[in-house]
């Protein structure tokens, strides 16, 4: 009985004109959003998005590849200190700088990935490389911890 209920308000409300479309009642024509804007729209908006994305991706790009440099820089020191490592505590540091400089290749792979990314796939290969930047700098704090 409830079906029955249902479906004859589906029927009393597919014939109502205009119902769900988003005109206002008594307005005829094309909805504001199926309006085609002219070119100089598009062009004039299309170059500053494409302007802007390209001037921050550049600048992301910039952001990691210091970032890279720091962590780079921090695994060399901590290979330094491995050599002062307690002997019960060397094979878990060392394991931990294995996975630290894994950890590392991958970020500078998805780095070369994301400069000869196509402009539409970027958002795709960023979020891949802020995963990697971020499991890179969790691994590299947790070596630290074991000094």
Known sequence: MKY???MLMAALLAGVPGYGSGEQPGQKGTPAVTQSKGPEAKGEL???AKSYS???????QNR???DLAEIQKRIEDLRAKAVKVAPQK???????LVDLQRKNTVA??????????????????KAD???A????SKACLEAEKLL
Not at 54 to 60: F, G, I, N, S, V
Not at 109 to 123: D, H, I, V
Request: glycine letters at 6%.
């Open 4 to 6: 029955l209920g249902i």
């Open 90 to 96: 060397k094979r878990t540091f060392r394991m931990a």
């Open 108 to 125: 500078q792979n998805r780095l070369a990935a994301l400069k000869n990314s196509p402009e539409n796939a970027w958002s795709g290969v």
């Open 64 to 66: 990691i590849e210091v």
């Open 46 to 48: 299309g170059q500053a």
């Open 54 to 60: 390209a001037q921050k991706r550049k600048e992301y």
């Open 133 to 136: 930047m971020d499991d890179l």
């Open 129 to 131: 490389m802020d995963k």
